[in-house]
Nanobody, 115 residues
């Protein structure tokens, strides 16, 4: 049973930084992709950052240069470092993995950026 548990959300002022972490459990096979999505109020869930098997990394244009995604295979965790945060980054952030075409999601952690 694959489980993903996010932590690290909270309230931060614009221009500040916040780090998110995702603890992964039950992953036996190497994921095709691992990453972070977010969903702002009234909007669709969107990709933030993604690590692709083989080492490629994708970032949404809106976060390029500000966010950094990483994984620690030894600790079975994934992280998202968010710098220079903007009010428009306010959303629930979800950890995601895809294994053999199946999607797994965490329950999400709320990030609120005040002006």
């Amino acid at each position: 049973q694959v489980q993903l548990v996010e932590s690290g959300g909270g309230l931060v002022q614009a221009g500040g930084s916040l780090g998110l972490s995702c603890a992964t459990m039950g992953i036996i096979f190497s994921p095709n992709t691992m990453g972070w999505y977010r969903q702002a109020p009234g909007k669709q869930r969107e990709l933030v950052a993604q690590i692709i098997a083989g080492g490629g990394i994708n970032y949404a244009d809106a976060v390029k240069g500000r966010f950094t995604v990483s994984r620690d295979n030894a600790k079975n965790t994934m992280a998202l470092q968010m710098n220079s945060l903007k009010p428009e980054d306010t959303a629930v952030y979800y950890c995601h993995v895809q294994i053999f075409g199946r999607d797994y999601w965490g329950k999400g952690t709320l990030v609120t950026v005040s002006p």
